[in-house]
């Protein structure tokens, strides 16, 4: 009979913090601009140049650390990890190897087999290097230090996941937490949020730990979940030809779908970490950590817990709603807009999702002001326009936020009521439709409908259609 | 008059009162150092044209009531350690003999908002690693006092530059005595401040935990004024201190009634030249007859003061220096294959033999399977040694002893056997691995005519206290700044013979 073997995975995930500016200087942390230009003595490590701590780096590591169920460090340290590399200007990098900010914590998943607990090791804070560009045609290399010194968290876990389900929920669950804390946009194809995948495999039923590989440079959930299928596979294929998994670092193709070896542990460099002399260690006293708590935005439990209670929306919406801040956030005005949250709830779950899934579109890269969306949901109840009419203004609204009230106006899309200037309509409906006629008299309910369709036809769609129907009952009498 | 005679402060005052223009002091300062150098070589730079601009406009600023304090005008030295913007700022190493920072240290720019006239930088062992000034990629400084001596060092090139006369003061920095040693061999006063009380930024790190920026100086008074004039608190260095009261010159008080002074036992034994310490014996009693309570006690731990700072000082070191690779400024050697070939042969070529040995004396501590064994025990001593000064301190008000176990050793003889080079800092690591003050004043001379110097050491924020009894002292012996005898006229006679 054929072996069977569980997969043991372990996360560390960097995540780029969204402060303004660098964790060890005031340069601009902003993406983009002319290589080298958002830089300054200290991030590009000229000599004599000494670190500053950003504060607003350790609150958000400190927020992410609480909202995780870690300790906090309360007296921590930056380390220094020596490596010579020209993305380093220093040729080290301060990062925190033996006082992390916060440890033994933990976040609550849950997959297709129920929930599941995945502690964190450790989470430290560091800084990122620069970036190197290799000039082909002139067989030089150019670095870009804009990114160097930008702050970032890293998160170890503990090797708690068995399957590529979990690692996703795990990483989904992360990056929700820490969106809503506002403490990084985590997008994985910009790299503000990266994972390192740490997996073996062991028969089932084994007490110990396989050898493990190290694999990088996976930017997508989906890269992800291709990495570990093909790791596992290829580890259970070595032990299965009685040859040994080595543990080594190994980088993944996504567009091979293969990763191979970048390095192995005996070459694995000794960082002769020791403590960062340049920085003083960060007391954090327990009336810091208090404020820090107080002025937590609520996160996603606690959010759905109010819903449920004040607005009284289905508990599905209001998952839904929730999985994301930027959905959340945009329901939450909306409501507040118009006074309707059933009613908002519905157009996101519907409309908004539509949408979103036919375009593409991230909920984070939402630009529509949740005024617009209640300002339509007032029209539509008030009978300006009806919910055909409704739908196609709000694509506009989706594309390009255009004002509802004035878009209506300007189309002249508003629902005609007025009984008079339907009456013609009506009466030339009935007219040239006597079959139509003959079997809704005849008793068939359903041929009413046909007329109604004819009718609203010849209105361009902006006809009260509860005023028409009764019109043509009424008419048919 | 001879302008150069004068300290520092006394020439502020000169030039306030238009008795010296500005020019005539950098001329006078300027024209001693052309004449000296070819056998000092004080000086890696000597900006005579920016020294005359930076005159001209001071001059100015006095005349105009821009700049009044007690040192505007007066022209200065700065070791090559500290960078200015758009000069020439190369750690006496082959590795940055073509920097040009971006920027001018904290120290430097409160120096110039107080008015110096920055005359050029001084020779240092290379990266401040060595006690000789022997280790310049620009070559030995030579001690204007016996020019066949070393002036110490690391701050050779700044200590000479003053006992010469070429600056009327200059700027050093102290990592393990590199201060108060070269002052004690070249009959300067020098101090080393608490660490924290003047910034590091712009300071190219050699131990970044021990290194502070201190005041050379002819004598007590103008050693007082330099450091308030540099002194600051620097949002811009982490380790840096928001003192409660940075007027150190209100400490030049003489009298040192009812001062305790403790001696180490341990800083008189084995090694400690007789005639050194017949100086400082001697100074000890005319601090006792000013009225200061003197008596010996067991310091402690001092033999592992020397260990414990070459492991953590070279620890640090290594780290610091890892940014000079070639890649961004700096030299790189000119024939290389690929990114690691490069950085071999730039650090090989650039760096000398003794930057060479701590880099890997500290890449050693700090590797996997020895942190434990070496650096982190070297930081418990430091801990202890710490605790051995509070102990004292709660007795005395001043540790009294000598800078160094021996006056000037002669050129040459120093570099073949780094273990004996090391232990000649015995009496000065420990205050920096404390975080201490310490200031070296002279006391006198040995049988060769080199200088003596008695180190004062006082607790964590304690300058002003150390001021007080230094100034009593030279009060006591009426001893102003003393130049070197011959110098000037049969300069260098003894290097020749």
């Given at each position: 009979?054929?072996k069977q073997y569980e997969t043991v995975i372990g996360l560390e995930v960097?995540?780029?913090?969204?402060?303004?500016?660098?964790?060890?200087?005031?340069?601009?942390?902003?993406?983009?601009?002319?290589?080298?230009?958002?830089?300054?003595?200290?991030?590009?490590?000229?000599?004599?140049?000494?670190?500053?701590?950003?504060?607003?780096?350790?609150?958000?590591?400190?927020?992410?650390?609480?909202?995780?169920?870690?300790?906090?460090?309360?007296?921590?340290?930056?380390?220094?990890?020596?490596?010579?590399?020209?993305?380093?200007?220093?040729?080290?990098?301060?990062?925190?190897?033996?006082?992390?900010?916060?440890?033994?914590?933990?976040?609550?998943?849950?997959?297709?087999?129920?929930?599941?607990?995945?502690?964190?090791?450790?989470?430290?804070?560091?800084?990122?290097?620069?970036?190197?560009?290799?000039?082909?045609?002139?067989?030089?290399?150019?670095?870009?230090?804009?990114?160097?010194?930008?702050?970032?968290?890293?998160?170890v876990s503990e090797p708690d996941m068995r399957t590529a389900d979990e690692v996703i929920a795990y990483l989904?669950?992360?990056?929700?937490?820490?969106?809503?804390?506002?403490?990084?946009?985590?997008?994985l194809?910009?790299?503000?949020?990266r994972a390192d995948v740490n997996l073996s495999v062991r028969e089932v039923?084994s007490?110990?730990f396989g050898t493990r590989t190290e694999m990088k440079n996976l930017n997508s959930f989906k890269a992800i979940a291709h990495a570990i299928e093909g790791e596992r596979q290829r580890q259970i294929e070595l032990l299965e030809e009685?040859k040994e998994v080595i543990q080594e670092t190994r980088r993944w193709d996504d567009n091979k779908e293969h990763s191979y070896a970048m390095r192995s542990k005996?070459?694995?460099?000794?960082?002769?970490?020791?403590?960062?002399?340049?920085?003083?260690?960060?007391?954090?006293?327990?009336?810091?950590?208090?404020?820090?708590?107080?002025?937590?935005?609520?996160?996603?439990?606690?959010?759905?817990?109010?819903?449920?209670?004040?607005?009284?929306?289905?508990?599905?919406?209001?998952?839904?709603?929730?999985?994301?801040?930027?959905?959340?956030?945009?329901?939450?005005?909306?409501?507040?807009?118009?006074?309707?949250?059933?009613?908002?709830?519905?157009?996101?779950?519907?409309?908004?999702?539509?949408?979103?899934?036919?375009?593409?579109?991230?909920?984070?890269?939402?630009?529509?002001?949740?005024?617009?969306?209640?300002?339509?949901?007032?029209?539509?109840?008030?009978?300006?326009?009806?919910?055909?009419?409704?739908?196609?203004?709000?694509?506009?609204?989706?594309?390009?936020?255009?004002?509802?009230?004035?878009?209506?106006?300007?189309?002249?899309?508003?629902?005609?009521?007025?009984?008079?200037?339907?009456?013609?309509?009506?009466?030339?409906?009935?007219?040239?439709?006597?079959?139509?006629?003959?079997?809704?008299?005849?008793?068939?309910?359903?041929?009413?409908?046909?007329?109604?369709?004819?009718?609203?036809?010849?209105?361009?769609?902006?006809?009260?259609?509860?005023?028409?129907?009764?019109?043509?009952?009424?008419?048919?009498? | 008059?001879?302008?150069?005679?004068?300290?520092?402060?006394?020439?502020?005052?000169?030039?306030?009162?238009?008795?010296?223009?500005?020019?005539?002091?950098?001329?006078?300062?300027?024209?001693?150092?052309?004449?000296?150098?070819?056998?000092?070589?004080?000086?890696?730079?000597?900006?005579?044209?920016?020294?005359?601009?930076?005159?001209?406009?001071?001059?100015?600023?006095?005349?105009?009531?821009?700049?009044?304090?007690?040192?505007?005008?007066?022209?200065?030295?700065?070791?090559?350690?500290?960078?200015?913007?758009?000069?020439?700022?190369?750690?006496?190493?082959?590795?940055?003999?073509?920097?040009?920072?971006?920027?001018?240290?904290?120290?430097?720019?409160?120096?110039?908002?107080?008015?110096?006239?920055?005359?050029?930088?001084?020779?240092?062992?290379?990266?401040?690693?060595?006690?000789?000034?022997?280790?310049?990629?620009?070559?030995?400084?030579?001690?204007?006092?016996?020019?066949?001596?070393?002036?110490?060092?690391?701050?050779?090139?700044?200590?000479?530059?003053?006992?010469?006369?070429?600056?009327?003061?200059?700027?050093?920095?102290?990592?393990?005595?590199?201060?108060?040693?070269?002052?004690?061999?070249?009959?300067?006063?020098?101090?080393?401040?608490?660490?924290?009380?003047?910034?590091?930024?712009?300071?190219?790190?050699?131990?970044?935990?021990?290194?502070?920026?201190?005041?050379?100086?002819?004598?007590?008074?103008?050693?007082?004024?330099?450091?308030?004039?540099?002194?600051?608190?620097?949002?811009?260095?982490?380790?840096?201190?928001?003192?409660?009261?940075?007027?150190?010159?209100?400490?030049?008080?003489?009298?040192?009634?009812?001062?305790?002074?403790?001696?180490?036992?341990?800083?008189?034994?084995?090694?400690?030249?007789?005639?050194?310490?017949?100086?400082?014996?001697?100074?000890?009693?005319?601090?006792?007859?000013?009225?200061?309570?003197?008596?010996?006690?067991?310091?402690?731990?001092?033999?592992?003061?020397?260990?414990?700072?070459?492991?953590?000082?070279?620890?640090?070191?290594?780290?610091?220096?890892?940014?000079?690779?070639?890649?961004?400024?700096?030299?790189?050697?000119?024939?290389?294959?690929?990114?690691?070939?490069?950085?071999?042969?730039?650090?090989?070529?650039?760096?000398?033999?003794?930057?060479?040995?701590?880099?890997?004396?500290?890449?050693?501590?700090?590797?996997?399977?020895?942190?434990?064994?070496?650096?982190?025990?070297?930081?418990?001593?430091?801990?202890?040694?710490?605790?051995?000064?509070?102990?004292?301190?709660?007795?005395?008000?001043?540790?009294?002893?000598?800078?160094?176990?021996?006056?000037?050793?002669?050129?040459?003889?120093?570099?073949?056997?780094?273990?004996?080079?090391?232990?000649?800092?015995?009496?000065?690591?420990?205050?920096?691995?404390?975080?201490?003050?310490?200031?070296?004043?002279?006391?006198?001379?040995?049988?060769?005519?080199?200088?003596?110097?008695?180190?004062?050491?006082?607790?964590?924020?304690?300058?002003?206290?150390?001021?007080?009894?230094?100034?009593?002292?030279?009060?006591?012996?009426?001893?102003?700044?003393?130049?070197?005898?011959?110098?000037?006229?049969?300069?260098?006679?003894?290097?020749?013979?």
């Amino acid at each position: 009979m054929a072996k069977q073997y569980e997969t043991v995975i372990g996360l560390e995930v960097h995540i780029e913090l969204a402060t303004k500016t660098k964790i060890f200087c005031g340069c601009s942390t902003e993406f983009g601009g002319a290589p080298n230009s958002h830089t300054c003595p200290v991030c590009t490590g000229m000599p004599g140049s000494l670190p500053v701590l950003n504060k607003q780096v350790v609150e958000y590591a400190m927020a992410i650390g609480l909202a995780t169920n870690c300790k906090i460090t309360q007296v921590c340290k930056f380390d220094r990890k020596n490596y010579f590399y020209p993305d380093n200007p220093q040729n080290y990098q301060i990062s925190q190897l033996y006082l992390p900010i916060a440890r033994d914590g933990y976040v609550e998943i849950e997959t297709g087999n129920g929930k599941k607990k995945v502690r964190i090791h450790e989470m430290h804070m560091e800084e990122d290097a620069g970036k190197l560009i290799h000039d082909e045609w002139d067989d030089t290399s150019l670095v870009d230090y804009n990114r160097s010194g930008v702050p970032l968290v890293e998160i170890v876990s503990e090797p708690d996941m068995r399957t590529a389900d979990e690692v996703i929920a795990y990483l989904e669950k992360l990056r929700m937490i820490v969106q809503y804390l506002g403490a990084s946009d985590c997008k994985l194809q910009e790299g503000s949020m990266r994972a390192d995948v740490n997996l073996s495999v062991r028969e089932v039923g084994s007490e110990t730990f396989g050898t493990r590989t190290e694999m990088k440079n996976l930017n997508s959930f989906k890269a992800i979940a291709h990495a570990i299928e093909g790791e596992r596979q290829r580890q259970i294929e070595l032990l299965e030809e009685g040859k040994e998994v080595i543990q080594e670092t190994r980088r993944w193709d996504d567009n091979k779908e293969h990763s191979y070896a970048m390095r192995s542990k005996e070459d694995a460099q000794d960082y002769r970490y020791f403590p960062e002399p340049d920085l003083v260690p960060i007391v954090i006293s327990d009336e810091w950590i208090a404020r820090v708590k107080a002025a937590q935005p609520e996160l996603r439990s606690e959010k759905l817990e109010r819903y449920k209670k004040e607005f009284d929306i289905p508990e599905y919406d209001a998952e839904i709603i929730t999985e994301s801040k930027k959905t959340a956030d945009l329901f939450e005005a909306a409501a507040a807009a118009c006074g309707k949250p059933k009613k908002v709830a519905n157009w996101i779950m519907v409309e908004v999702f539509r949408l979103m899934k036919e375009t593409g579109t991230e909920p984070e890269d939402l630009t529509f002001s949740p005024e617009n969306l209640a300002k339509l949901i007032d029209l539509v109840d008030a009978g300006t326009i009806n919910g055909t009419v409704a739908k196609k203004v709000f694509e506009k609204i989706f594309t390009d936020n255009v004002d509802p009230e004035k878009y209506v106006e300007e189309q002249g899309l508003k629902t005609v009521s007025d009984e008079g200037a339907l009456k013609e309509v009506v009466e030339q409906v009935i007219a040239a439709n006597p079959k139509a006629v003959e079997d809704y008299k005849g008793g068939k309910e359903k041929a009413l409908g046909a007329l109604m369709g004819q009718t609203m036809r010849a209105m361009k769609g902006k006809a009260d259609p509860g005023v028409v129907n009764q019109m043509l009952r009424d008419m048919l009498k | 008059m001879d302008i150069l005679k004068l300290t520092a402060l006394e020439l502020g005052k000169k030039i306030k009162d238009k008795e010296i223009s500005v020019r005539e002091a950098a001329e006078a300062a300027i024209e001693r150092a052309k004449a000296a150098e070819p056998e000092l070589n004080s000086f890696v730079t000597l900006d005579e044209e920016g020294a005359l601009a930076q005159a001209e406009e001071m001059q100015r600023k006095i005349d105009q009531g821009e700049a009044a304090g007690p040192l505007a005008g007066v022209p200065a030295a700065i070791k090559d350690n500290m960078c200015i913007r758009g000069q020439l700022t190369t750690c006496s190493s082959k590795i940055l003999s073509n920097f040009r920072p971006t920027f001018t240290a904290e120290a430097v720019e409160n120096l110039q908002r107080a008015g110096a006239v920055i005359l050029g930088k001084t020779n240092m062992d290379e990266f401040a690693m060595g006690s000789t000034t022997e280790t310049s990629w620009y070559g030995p400084t030579r001690n204007p006092h016996n020019t066949a001596h070393v002036p110490g060092g690391s701050s050779g090139g700044s200590c000479a530059a003053v006992a010469a006369e070429e600056s009327f003061y200059a700027l050093g920095s102290d990592t393990g005595g590199s201060i108060r040693q070269p002052s004690s061999f070249c009959g300067v006063v020098g101090m080393k401040p608490t660490y924290g009380t003047v910034s590091r930024y712009g300071l190219i790190a050699y131990g970044s935990s021990l290194d502070q920026i201190g005041p050379i100086t002819k004598d007590v008074s103008d050693c007082a004024a330099v450091l308030e004039a540099i002194a600051s608190h620097d949002a811009k260095d982490s380790t840096s201190i928001a003192r409660e009261d940075y007027r150190f010159t209100d400490a030049l008080v003489n009298d040192v009634q009812g001062l305790r002074i403790g001696i180490p036992r341990d800083y008189l034994g084995d090694g400690l030249d007789g005639e050194v310490q017949a100086a400082v014996t001697e100074a000890a009693k005319v601090l006792e007859k000013c009225g200061a309570k003197v008596e010996m006690f067991d310091l402690g731990l001092v033999k592992y003061a020397i260990p414990a700072y070459y492991t953590i000082a070279a620890a640090e070191a290594s780290s610091n220096l890892e940014r000079f690779d070639g890649v961004k400024y700096g030299y790189r050697t000119p024939d290389y294959e690929g990114l690691h070939d490069m950085y071999k042969r730039t650090r090989s070529e650039g760096f000398g033999p003794e930057v060479k040995r701590r880099i890997m004396l500290g890449s050693f501590v700090l590797s996997s399977g020895y942190y434990d064994a070496y650096y982190l025990k070297a930081l418990r001593v430091k801990a202890l040694i710490k605790q051995a000064f509070d102990r004292a301190f709660e007795k005395y008000d001043v540790i009294l002893g000598p800078a160094a176990p021996t006056t000037a050793p002669e050129l040459g003889k120093s570099l073949s056997d780094p273990i004996k080079m090391y232990l000649g800092d015995i009496y000065t690591i420990s205050v920096n691995l404390a975080g201490l003050p310490g200031i070296s004043i002279p006391v006198g001379r040995d049988g060769k005519g080199l200088p003596v110097g008695m180190q004062l050491i006082g607790n964590v924020f304690q300058e002003k206290t150390l001021f007080r009894a230094a100034y009593t002292y030279e009060c006591a012996t009426e001893k102003q700044y003393e130049g070197p005898a011959e110098f000037g006229r049969e300069f260098g006679k003894e290097a020749r013979q």
